[in-house]
C-alpha cells in the first residue's frame, strides 16, 4: 500500500466531510430525460455518471512552475476520484456491471439496465447521469469545399495568410513545442508529419507510441483495430488538421503552420462519431499521457497546446448533463496550463450559431472560419454565445483563420494530400500560431490566457464583413462575427518581442 501526500491526506479530509454534508442534503440526481425515455422501453443504456464530489482545488498553491502546479492538480483530480469512486465502483462491481472510472472529471461511464440507473438516480452521491450516445462529426456540405486546386503549392495559402513564414524567417518554427491532436486519429507514417512526432526516433528509425498516443475507441471498425497501439486514422480529417499544424514533406508541400513542433495524439471519434466518455478519455490521458497499457501517467509529458475540431452538440446527444461533464475536463486542462484552440462549429452564416462545447466555453480559444479572399467563410459559426455555465461571452468567436478549401495530408497514403473545409481547417492554423508564439518566449508556454492575449489583440478585423450580431456593429472589434480578426503573426511577435525585451513578465494563470 503506497503512502498518501499530505496534499491527499488534505483531499480525504475535505471530500470526507462533504460525503457527510452531501448524505444529509438527500438530492435526488438529475437524469437526462432521453435516457429516461429510453430505459421506459427496457433496454439498457449507455450513461455517464456524474459524481457530486468535486476536487477541492482551492486547496492548491499558484506557487512553482506551471509543470509543478500541472502535478499538483492531478494528484488531486486523481485523489478525489479514488476516495469518492469507491463506494459506487463497489455497487457496480456487485451488479456485474463493466465500466469505465475517469478523473479529470468525477464521473464513471457504464451501461445500466432500467433498475440499476433507477438505484444510481437515489444515490445520495451521484449528482447527474448524462446520455453517452456517439455524436457525429459535422463538415460544411461538399459543395463548399472545393474552390482552389488540389496541386503543390509549396507553401500552403492559409500558412502564407496567417504570416507563418515570416516568422519562420526569424528562426522561429515551432521548435520545442508540443502541439496535439484530439480526432478521428492521425495517420503517422504520412512523409509530411512522420519526422514530427514525438514517438518517432529517426537515428534508430523505431518508434515508441507509449505517452505519445492513446486510443479511447475501444471496438473495431474497418480502417482501425479496438484500442489501437499505433496511430490509425479512420476518417482522415484527425490527419488533415496534424498536417495543419506541422506538415512538411521537405519539398512541394508546406502544409503545416509549425513544421519544427512535435505532435502526439488520441483518437476521440470512431469514424466521427464521439462520446462524452471518449472525448474525456482523451483529454484525461492528454493531461497526463500513460503507457501503452494506460498506467504510469505523466502530467510532464502533457502537450503545450492542443487543437480540437470537434463538437458535442445537445441536439446529437450532449446534454446540458454531459455538456457540463466535458466542461469540467476541458477546463481541468486548461488549469493544467494547456492552451485549449477549438472550433467555432459549422452552423453559420446565421447569428448565434456557436452552440456546442468545447467552442461555446469561455476559456477556450475559438476560432472560426475565412476564405482565400479574406472574407468569412459562410458555413462559420457566429456569436453570441448563450449565457451558461462557463459561457456567455457574446464575442466568440476570439479570432478567424483560414478554413475554406484548405489543402493537407490524408490518410489514403503516406503521400496523399486533399482539400477540405470547416472550422475544422481553422482551428489547428491557430494551433500551429500558439506553438510558434511558445517558442519565442519560454514565458509563454504554461500560460494559455498570454498567449490568447497576445493573438486577440493583433488580429487584423476583415473589413469585408458587415454582418450584424449580437447587436455589435461589424466595425466594431471584437465582435461576435469574426471576433477580433484574423490571426496575424507578425504583429502578434512584434508585439510580443517587445512586451518582453521591456521584462514584462506574461500573467501566470
Known amino acids: 500500500m503506497h503512502s498518501l501526500s499530505l496534499r491527499s491526506l488534505l483531499v480525504?479530509?475535505?471530500?470526507?466531510?462533504?460525503?457527510?454534508?452531501?448524505?444529509?442534503?438527500?438530492?435526488?440526481?438529475?437524469?437526462?430525460a432521453v435516457l429516461r425515455t429510453e430505459a421506459a422501453t427496457g433496454k439498457s443504456v449507455d450513461t455517464l455518471i456524474v459524481l457530486r464530489a468535486k476536487a477541492p482545488k482551492s486547496l492548491l498553491s499558484n506557487a512553482g512552475s506551471y509543470l509543478e502546479?500541472?502535478?499538483?492538480?492531478?494528484?488531486?483530480?486523481?485523489?478525489?476520484?479514488?476516495?469518492?469512486?469507491?463506494?459506487?465502483?463497489?455497487?457496480?462491481?456487485?451488479?456485474?456491471?463493466?465500466?469505465?472510472?475517469?478523473?479529470?472529471?468525477?464521473?464513471?461511464?457504464?451501461?445500466?439496465?432500467?433498475a440499476q440507473l433507477e438505484a444510481l438516480a437515489a444515490r445520495s452521491d451521484v449528482e447527474a447521469i448524462g446520455s453517452n450516445a456517439?455524436?457525429?462529426?459535422?463538415?460544411?456540405?461538399?459543395?463548399?469545399?472545393?474552390?482552389?486546386?488540389?496541386?503543390?503549392?509549396?507553401?500552403?495559402?492559409?500558412?502564407?495568410?496567417?504570416?507563418a513564414p515570416q516568422?519562420?524567417?526569424?528562426?522561429?518554427?515551432?521548435?520545442g513545442v508540443v502541439i496535439a491532436g484530439q480526432d478521428t486519429g492521425i495517420r503517422w507514417t504520412h512523409t509530411a508529419i512522420k519526422g514530427k512526432y514525438r514517438g518517432w526516433d529517426a537515428v534508430n528509425q523505431v518508434a515508441d507510441h507509449n505517452y505519445n498516443w492513446h486510443d479511447s475507441i475501444h471496438s473495431a471498425n474497418a480502417s482501425c483495430p479496438a484500442d489501437s497501439p499505433q496511430p490509425c486514422d479512420d476518417d482522415s480529417h484527425g490527419s488533415h488538421t496534424i498536417g495543419t499544424m506541422v506538415g512538411d514533406d521537405g519539398g512541394s508541400n508546406q502544409v503545416g503552420v509549425a513544421p519544427g513542433a512535435k505532435w502526439i495524439g488520441c483518437r476521440n471519434m470512431n469514424a466521427g462519431n464521439g462520446t462524452p466518455a471518449t472525448y474525456n478519455e482523451c483529454a484525461q490521458w492528454l493531461l497526463a499521457p500513460t503507457d501503452l497499457a494506460g498506467a504510469?501517467?505523466?502530467?510532464?509529458?502533457?502537450?503545450?497546446?492542443?487543437?480540437?475540431?470537434?463538437?458535442?452538440?445537445?441536439?446529437?446527444?450532449?446534454?446540458?448533463?454531459?455538456?457540463?461533464?466535458?466542461?469540467?475536463?476541458?477546463?481541468?486542462?486548461?488549469?493544467g496550463g494547456i492552451m485549449f484552440v477549438?472550433?467555432?462549429?459549422?452552423?453559420?452564416?446565421?447569428?448565434?450559431?456557436?452552440?456546442?462545447?468545447?467552442?461555446?466555453?469561455?476559456?477556450?480559444?475559438?476560432?472560426?472560419?475565412?476564405?482565400?479572399?479574406d472574407a468569412m467563410s459562410t458555413f462559420s459559426s457566429r456569436g453570441p454565445v448563450a449565457a451558461g455555465p462557463g459561457t456567455g461571452a457574446?464575442?466568440?468567436?476570439?479570432?478567424?483563420?483560414?478554413?475554406?478549401?484548405?489543402?493537407?495530408?490524408?490518410?489514403?497514403?503516406?503521400?496523399?494530400?486533399?482539400?477540405?473545409?470547416?472550422?475544422?481547417?481553422a482551428a489547428p492554423h491557430a494551433a500551429g500560431a500558439v506553438a510558434l508564439m511558445m517558442q519565442l518566449h519560454p514565458g509563454l508556454k504554461g500560460n494559455p490566457a498570454a498567449v490568447a492575449a497576445l493573438l486577440r489583440s493583433t488580429a487584423v478585423p476583415l473589413t469585408s464583413s458587415t454582418q450584424t450580431c449580437?447587436?455589435?456593429?461589424?466595425?466594431?472589434?471584437?465582435?461576435?462575427?469574426?471576433?477580433?480578426?484574423?490571426?496575424?503573426?507578425?504583429?502578434?511577435?512584434?508585439?510580443?518581442?517587445?512586451?518582453?525585451?521591456?521584462?514584462?513578465e506574461a500573467p501566470v494563470r
Open 470 to 504: 449580437g447587436g455589435i456593429a461589424p466595425t466594431t472589434f471584437p465582435n461576435p462575427v469574426q471576433g477580433y480578426g484574423q490571426i496575424d503573426l507578425v504583429a502578434a511577435f512584434d508585439k510580443a518581442e517587445k512586451i518582453f525585451a521591456d521584462n514584462f
Open 134 to 163: 456517439a455524436i457525429a462529426l459535422r463538415l460544411p456540405a461538399p459543395e463548399e469545399t472545393a474552390s482552389l486546386p488540389l496541386a503543390p503549392d509549396a507553401i500552403e495559402w492559409g500558412v502564407n495568410k496567417i504570416k
Open 394 to 425: 457574446s464575442n466568440k468567436p476570439d479570432v478567424v483563420a483560414p478554413g475554406s478549401s484548405v489543402r493537407s495530408i490524408t490518410n489514403a497514403s503516406d503521400t496523399a494530400y486533399g482539400s477540405k473545409s470547416g472550422t475544422s481547417m
Open 12 to 32: 480525504r479530509a475535505t471530500l470526507a466531510l462533504a460525503a457527510t454534508c452531501t448524505a444529509l442534503a438527500g438530492h435526488a440526481a438529475d437524469v437526462d
Open 342 to 373: 477549438a472550433s467555432a462549429g459549422n452552423e453559420g452564416s446565421s447569428c448565434s450559431t456557436i452552440g456546442s462545447a468545447p467552442g461555446t466555453l469561455d476559456n477556450v480559444f475559438t476560432i472560426g472560419s475565412t476564405t482565400s479572399a
Open 69 to 114: 502546479r500541472r502535478r499538483a492538480l492531478v494528484e488531486m483530480l486523481r485523489a478525489t476520484a479514488d476516495v469518492t469512486q469507491a463506494d459506487l465502483r463497489g455497487w457496480l462491481d456487485a451488479q456485474g456491471v463493466p465500466y469505465r472510472p475517469f478523473w479529470i472529471t468525477n464521473a464513471i461511464q457504464a451501461q445500466l439496465t432500467p
Open 167 to 175: 516568422v519562420w524567417a526569424r528562426g522561429i518554427n515551432g521548435a
Open 296 to 335: 504510469n501517467p505523466d502530467p510532464d509529458k502533457a502537450p503545450d497546446v492542443i487543437s480540437n475540431s470537434w463538437g458535442c452538440p445537445a441536439s446529437e446527444g450532449c446534454t446540458a448533463i454531459a455538456g457540463t461533464e466535458i466542461r469540467t475536463a476541458i477546463e481541468n486542462l486548461i488549469a
